[in-house]
């Protein structure tokens, strides 16, 4: 597991990315929209520090074009620090996503 500090800069741009209305299928309805956005915008900063070529899209069944693969970002919030042992699960509540890798 890597250790990433959130910035204030990436939480701004974080916010930058949505209007923050309910997203349609929100399993939280819409209550961690802004910790997925952050989860986005670091997945896009760490693959382009790995030299691959990132866009952000926001489409409904994906995030990102990586490489031209599609990317849908997962990010789960908790008030404990992961341990290494830990799994980490993606609903199957919108399995018909059309994308390529879940990350």
Same mark, same amino acid.
């Given at each position: 597991?890597? %250790?990433?500090y959130i910035t204030p800069e990436?939480?701004?741009?974080?916010?930058?990315?949505?209007n923050f209305?309910? $997203? %349609?299928?929100?399993?939280?309805?819409?209550?961690s929209?802004?910790?997925?956005?952050?989860?986005e915008?670091?997945?896009m900063?760490? $693959?382009?520090?790995?030299?691959?070529h *990132?866009d952000?899209v926001?489409?409904?069944?994906?995030?990102?074009i990586?490489?031209g693969?599609r990317?849908? *970002? %997962?990010t789960? %919030?908790?008030?404990?620090?992961?341990?290494?042992?830990?799994?980490a699960n993606?609903?199957?509540?919108?399995?018909?996503?059309q994308?390529?890798y879940?990350?």
């Amino acid at each position: 597991m890597k %250790k990433i500090y959130i910035t204030p800069e990436q939480i701004e741009e974080a916010k930058d990315l949505y209007n923050f209305k309910n $997203l %349609k299928n929100s399993i939280t309805n819409g209550e961690s929209q802004l910790h997925g956005a952050v989860g986005e915008v670091i997945a896009m900063q760490v $693959l382009e520090l790995r030299e691959n070529h *990132v866009d952000y899209v926001g489409h409904y069944d994906y995030d990102l074009i990586c490489n031209g693969k599609r990317i849908d *970002v %997962k990010t789960i %919030k908790s008030n404990h620090e992961p341990k290494d042992e830990y799994n980490a699960n993606i609903s199957a509540f919108n399995h018909t996503q059309q994308t390529d890798y879940y990350l």
